[in-house]
């Protein structure tokens, strides 16, 4: 037995049994090669749906450079610091969310970013979808699960808070994630069913209210999901048209930068919020079962991560935001197929935008640093 | 177990969350499933409807209008052509604020209040969004040029080229060529639906409405693909429209000016024909108005203007107004005379200037009668009947033919018939008879109403397009050649024949005609003989004539004028007096154009139609006599 085989089967490293070197610098490998697959893919798709700019794609590879190096840098950090500063990170936010209202930056109608001179303009509703989560996990983790009335009550304000506060912008899209991420934590926390049940009830009986005092825009979405040809060259245009294209896109598609509808300027948002529909057109149902495919490898590898840690903090964390980052990618895609009413929430990783990618990155360095730091 | 609830059980906390775990799973599968069943049923099940859909969103089947072929004269001068203009249009999807726009719009090129209604009706019809539509549908130079300097703050305003027709000589050519006008609700019905799927205009009135079929051409299609915005990507297939046919007319537009010219400012008409070929050289309706108003559009008060003026311009004289022919009817009851051998050239009859019917009290005079009773043209045959243009001759004659054998003779010369082969003939004169008064008013035929009939009065009615006919078949001898405008055309024409067909008139003997003609040619040229010798026309257009020329003089009531009463021109207002005719053709022996003249209320046919025809004549004879010396 030699001396090289014996370095080769049993690696050096504190008595671990297998490390792997990836695994030393905190990144899990299952996952990391899932988020490089629907990256990828998006790019191919983005260059596309952009009408091969490479601008654009430049642009779109570098913020996902970054995001790759928040996420990095983001996995070192070691779980029991976000535990600490979980409320720290909620309260910034939070302030950061109210500066918006006040001093935000406007586009398409509202006011979504702050800018800060010297550096890039981001969005804070986009770190609310980590930093609620991480304070309802922080809230809950060191008190009785599943959570008493009165836990449940304060969770609910720390979820409703930021929530509305993005929905003022008006951002319905991100206020409605917001929340998704911090219901997410309680309902992995154990929350009894029956109470889910009430709650469903309560959700049911108060649509009506909900209607009054929706906008006349949102109310104009809803009504455009039953009957997209009530406006066909209004709101009813995009559902339409996204429709089409993914409908004429068949099992195997148009081929790829062969979408009439995208490139013919039909698909409205075709490489931002609708890029599904481009991927439907131009690949067709083969393509997006693919997408699904590596959507559904990234979560499944999330949650099993999920399962294999000790303390519950690092448990309600991975899981929420794995839980969260379906509902973005379910609510995109239901609403690009007419099943939702049209929300602004772009398709996670895909889509193109910075501060999107980066939040999506940097949570996924979350959940790697959670599982690579556990006891074992 | 004292205090379960404070301590955090682990163990049973990872249970719990495996639990959810699942549950979350299981969710995500169910939505999953969900998304996929959606995408089955678009993308599978409804496939193809969503392709069509598709399909008809990027492709468009689009009409290509075919140009209008062109009208040309006999020397090839166009009379009308097809000439780019271009229109302004909106896009409303690129204009942020429509009615500032609006506003600039208003400042830069004056757009109406009317023109911006309009343009609200056309948006409120559009089939997608980024569809252009139009504003003003033709710009100026002027303002095309503004427009392009105030571009960069012009976002959305497009200005498009487009082929309209163009007449450049206005007015001078408006009733015999005709213009092209808006297709209306109405037309939809009677045209072809597929043909003129991309055109906007139809021939209206003239050559352009007679020859609209080969004028218009045939509709071309292409399959274009088009972008959201309606901007054409590609042109995946292209059937091009077939251009209409051009088409040469036998008018000549120098001789047509020379008319007008001639006319001034009078109302009235001529018709010019070379009697060799029946060809249109000259067809004139005074006034005219510019036909290019019906293609680009005038004020609702130009149009008022135009259709309610007492002098209607939008009527064609030439074609379809009806008078009296007067005195020129009195050629044909001469011939009718002799041919139906009811009289000779050598019989002659006493002129007092009154005729009676015998055993009845009514009397018609002369026209040079007065009230004590001087007048009259002494002994007359037909020859001088004629050049002193005799009543009484001709009361007797007529009554003596009958109106039966006259009505038989004037309609072998084509009076009461449309006898043009191209030319739409909205009334067609009349040739009164027995049947006809019986049917039209249930009276019966007195003789006293052929006596009237024998001077060109009574029922009988002619267009000037009739009477010029009847010029040419004198200037030819009794031999047809139907008025016709077309010259040539590179393929034949679909169109046909709108008249009816005509024999030659071969009881007339060839010695006949050229006494006839004689006698016509002194109406003209017999001059210097004194007291009532002359000609009746002499003394207005026959000195310094440098060719031969036969005409007749007519001069047709507008008023009854009551029994034993003189015309006085100076009581009657000026729709009130006399139409004023002349009928010519030169040179009388080798005729190479026949015309008539009318001036609405002109007063009398040689002093006042008569110089007009010699102003006519001399300008298509003498350039031709100097060059060949004919």
């Known amino acids: 037995m030699s001396g090289s085989d014996f370095v080769r089967t049993m690696p050096v490293g504190q008595g671990l049994v297998r490390v792997e070197p990836l695994y030393r610098l905190h990144i899990d490998l299952w996952l990391l090669l899932g988020l490089l697959g629907i990256v990828s893919f998006g790019l191919v798709m983005l260059y596309s749906a952009s009408g091969q700019s490479e601008t654009l794609l430049k642009a779109q590879l570098s913020r996902i450079g970054v995001g790759f190096v928040v996420m990095f840098v983001v996995a070192q950090l070691p779980p029991r610091l976000y535990l600490r500063w979980s409320p720290f990170l909620y309260g910034v936010v939070l302030l950061m969310l109210v500066a918006v209202l006040f001093v935000g930056l406007s586009a398409k109608g509202s006011q979504r970013w702050l800018g800060v001179e010297g550096f890039p303009r981001f969005q804070p509703s986009e770190l609310m979808k980590v930093a609620t989560p991480l304070m309802v996990a922080w809230y809950l983790h060191d008190r009785p699960l599943p959570p008493r009335f009165k836990h449940l009550a304060w969770a609910l304000v720390m979820i409703v808070v930021p929530a509305a506060l993005v929905a003022m912008q008006p951002d319905l899209g991100t206020a409605i994630l917001v929340t998704t991420a911090g219901l997410a934590v309680i309902f992995l926390a154990g929350i009894y069913w029956s109470w889910l049940g009430y709650a469903a009830l309560a959700v049911a009986f108060s649509l009506p209210a909900l209607w009054s005092v929706m906008q006349g825009y949102q109310k104009e979405r809803v009504l455009t999901l039953f009957d997209p040809e009530r406006d066909p060259l209004g709101a009813g245009w995009n559902i339409i048209q996204s429709k089409t294209a993914i409908g004429s896109g068949g099992i195997y598609g148009k081929g790829l930068f062969e979408g009439t509808q995208s490139h013919l300027s039909f698909l409205p948002e075709s490489h931002t919020d609708f890029i599904i529909a481009v991927i439907g057109e131009e690949i067709g149902f083969a393509g997006i079962l693919v997408l699904l495919v590596l959507y559904l490898g990234v979560i499944s590898r999330a949650l099993f991560m999920a399962n294999q840690i000790e303390d519950t903090f690092g448990r309600l964390v991975v899981g929420g935001l794995t839980l969260t980052f379906f509902v973005y990618l379910f609510v995109n895609i239901a609403m690009v197929i007419g099943i939702l009413p049209v929300v602004g929430v772009p398709l996670p990783l895909i889509s193109y935008g910075g501060t999107s990618v980066v939040t999506l990155l940097g949570s996924f360095g979350i959940i790697m640093s959670i599982y690579t730091h556990r006891r074992r | ?630």
């Open chain 2, 1 to 630: 177990m004292s205090e379960p609830m404070h301590l955090k059980d682990s163990e049973s906390e990872r249970r719990s969350f495996a639990g959810r775990s699942v549950a979350v799973l299981v969710l995500v599968l169910v939505c999953t499933s969900i998304l996929v069943g959606r995408l089955i049923q678009l993308q599978i099940v409804s496939h193809q409807d969503y392709v069509t859909r598709s399909d008809e969103n990027r492709i468009q089947v689009q009409a290509l209008a075919p140009p209008r072929g062109l009208i040309l004269d006999r020397r090839g001068v166009v009379l009308a052509e097809n000439r780019a203009v271009f229109t302004l249009s909106l896009i409303k999807e690129r204009i942020v604020d429509m009615p500032a726009m609006l506003d600039e719009l208003k400042n830069l090129v004056g757009v109406s209040d009317e023109e911006i209604e309009q343009f609200h009706k056309r948006m409120s019809r559009r089939k997608r969004p980024y569809e252009a539509v139009a504003l003003r549908l033709v710009l100026s130079e002027e303002q095309i040029s503004i427009l392009s300097v105030n571009r960069h703050r012009l976002s959305g305003v497009e200005v498009q080229a487009q082929l309209l027709r163009y007449y450049p000589h206005g007015e001078l050519l408006s009733h015999v060529v005709g213009s092209v006008r808006r297709i209306t609700e109405e037309d939809l019905g009677t045209l072809d639906v597929v043909n003129y799927s991309a055109s906007q205009f139809v021939g209206k009135r003239g050559v352009e409405q007679f020859y609209e079929t080969s004028l218009h051409g045939t509709v071309g299609y292409q399959n274009v693909e088009v972008d959201a915005r309606g901007q054409i990507r590609k042109v995946l297939e292209i059937n091009p429209p077939l251009t209409g046919e051009s088409i040469t007319l036998h008018l000549d537009v120098e001789l047509q000016s020379a008319a007008v010219k001639a006319l001034g400012d009078r109302r009235g008409a001529v018709v010019a024909i070379d009697p060799k070929t029946g060809g249109i050289l000259a067809m004139v309706s005074t006034p005219g108005y510019d036909p290019n108003l019906f293609v680009t559009g005038m004020t609702a008060e130009k149009y008022r203007e135009l259709t309610s003026s007492r002098d209607i311009p939008l009527f064609n004289r030439a074609v379809d107004g009806q008078y009296a022919p007067g005195s020129t009817f009195k050629p044909v009851v001469g011939l009718a005379g002799i041919g139906k051998e009811i009289t000779t050239w050598e019989e002659t009859i006493q002129d007092n200037g009154a005729f009676r019917i015998e055993g009845q009290p009514r009397v018609w005079r002369d026209w040079s009668w007065k009230k004590n009773n001087s007048g009259g043209q002494g002994q007359v045959d037909l020859h001088r009947a004629i050049y002193r243009s005799s009543n009484v001759y001709f009361y007797n004659l007529a009554h003596k033919l009958g109106i039966e054998a006259l009505a038989d003779m004037a309609k072998r010369f084509g009076i009461g018939q449309a006898t043009a082969i191209d030319v739409l003939q909205r009334n067609i004169g009349l040739m009164p008879d027995p049947v006809w008064k019986y049917g039209a008013k249930g009276e019966i035929w007195y003789p006293g109403d052929t006596v009237n009939v024998g001077i060109g009065q009574g029922d009988v009615l002619v267009t000037p397009l009739q009477l010029a006919s009847m010029a040419a078949v004198i200037a030819n001898r009794g031999h047809w050649m139907r008025p016709r405008m077309l010259l040539s055309s590179a393929v034949d024409l679909v169109e046909s024949d709108a008249g009816v067909p005509m024999q030659d008139i071969t009881e007339v003997k060839p010695q006949d005609w050229e006494n006839m003609i004689d006698a016509m040619e002194d109406v003209v040229h017999r001059g210097n003989k004194g007291f009532r010798q002359n000609g009746t026309a002499w003394a207005y257009i026959g000195r310094n004539i440098g060719y031969r020329m036969a005409g007749k003089s007519g001069t047709a009531q507008v008023v009854g004028i009551l029994q034993g009463e003189e015309y006085d021109e100076e009581l009657l207002t000026e729709y009130q007096r006399k139409h004023a005719w002349f009928m010519a053709f030169a040179p009388a022996d080798n005729p190479r154009i026949a015309l008539v003249v009318l001036v609405e209320n002109g007063g009398g046919g040689s002093s006042v139609a008569a110089p007009v025809a010699r102003e006519v004549i001399d300008a298509y004879l003498l350039p031709k006599i100097a060059g060949t010396g004919l």
